[in-house]
């Protein structure tokens, strides 16, 4: 998203929040995600640092996992036999991206599916439509260059509508995606862990190549050996002038950030994170259209019990004393009653789709 955009968005739900009232996910993420990036790399991978949201998100996954777990099989299931549908659906409205990585949603995502050179996850291949096509466009490229190699593995993108997506911190608005490595030594099942000696460089680089080309992703971590071998191939046998090789590797430079980066638990899998301008700037109209309450995150409840004290509700919720007076408007002194109803996180809201009733 762009200042523009994110100051619009913002100022917008800022003004639709009554005074006191609990703030909605996206004025809370606005300041934190453009925080990120200009802080440590790891926080875009681990999510935000301000224990608040993350409290938040942690109460609302737990509050949802279990009831949407059982929603997303069936859907899964109806999808999962429909391996016809083209990874570029022309029906579907375009893919709207809400709030940020470490903490959104998605909605009418598209899916990376019915591509012949791509293995991904069912449950998990949503993304927005310039995620998924960046990927599939990538793979095409490798196919052009290099016929006959092995499908590409994808690992998680996102969730049918994004949200929390344990165990990873982002991955919220389809913007993240796990992509395997092409190897030499066949074709792997899932994502498998790569050496510089198993690693294709010819293939990965190609697939890098198209995907770094248009300034259509943000970053890519990846493993420094790995990191190393690409840089050498595309260096000497692909010949890519110095300052394209200088804006993309971190490597050779200790403290230097490419879009290329190490970071450790990447040998099996790249991490891409896809810019996705077009999706981003759509839900400023998606608010539009829909209204601020359809994005704002609903409260979970509990009843207090005997017994029950805030030290106590936090820890089982997985949040802070802090939140829980604020989300109630209580002070800590507050004596807890049984039969009270608390707010003890958030869940994510019923996004309006079309074929929503
Ligand atoms: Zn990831």
Not at 103 to 125: F, T
Not at 341 to 356: F, M, N, S, T, W
Request: aromatic share 6%.
């Amino acid at each position: 998203m762009n200042h523009r955009t994110r100051a619009v968005l913002t100022a917008a739900l800022l003004l639709a929040t009554p005074a006191g009232a609990t703030p909605t996910v996206v004025d809370g993420l606005a300041p934190q995600a453009q925080d990120g990036w200009t802080t440590p790399l790891w926080r875009a991978v681990h999510g935000p640092d301000d224990a608040l949201m993350e409290a938040r998100f942690e109460a609302e996954l737990a509050a949802v996992e279990q009831a949407e777990d059982a929603e997303a099989d069936v859907q899964d299931d109806e999808a999962a036999e429909d391996t016809t549908t083209p990874v570029v659906d022309p029906e579907k409205p375009a893919a709207v991206s809400i709030g940020s990585p470490n903490g959104g949603w998605l909605v009418y995502p598209a899916r990376l599916q019915g591509h012949p050179h791509i293995k991904s996850r069912a449950r998990s291949n949503y993304g927005t439509d310039e995620t998924v096509q960046a990927i599939a466009a990538a793979v095409d490229a490798v196919e052009r260059r290099h016929p006959g190699g092995h499908p590409l593995v994808v690992g998680d993108i996102s969730r049918r509508q994004g949200g929390p997506f344990r165990p990873h911190k982002s991955h919220q608005s389809g913007r993240d995606a796990d992509i395997g490595y092409y190897l030499v030594d066949g074709a792997p099942d899932g994502l498998k862990r790569a050496t510089p000696r198993t690693l294709d460089v010819a293939r990965t680089w190609t697939f890098l190549e198209s995907l770094l080309a248009d300034d259509k992703v943000e970053y890519v971590f990846t493993d420094r050996r790995l990191e190393r071998a690409l840089y050498r191939y595309a260096k000497e046998k692909a010949k890519v002038p110095a300052e394209v090789l200088d804006r993309v590797f971190s490597y050779p430079h200790a403290n230097k950030t490419g879009i290329l980066r190490h970071l450790r638990g990447h040998a099996d899998h790249l991490h891409v994170r896809f810019r996705s301008p077009q999706a981003i700037a759509a839900a400023t109209a998606y608010v539009r259209e829909h209204g601020l309450a359809a994005i704002r995150p609903l409260p979970v409840y509990r009843k207090v019990r005997r017994g029950d004290t805030l030290t106590g509700l936090a820890r089982r919720h997985k949040t802070s004393i802090k939140n829980l007076c604020r989300w109630n408007r209580i002070s800590r002194k507050k004596v807890l009653h049984p039969g009270m109803k608390l707010i003890v996180g958030h869940r994510r809201p019923r996004l309006p789709e079309p074929d929503a009733s």
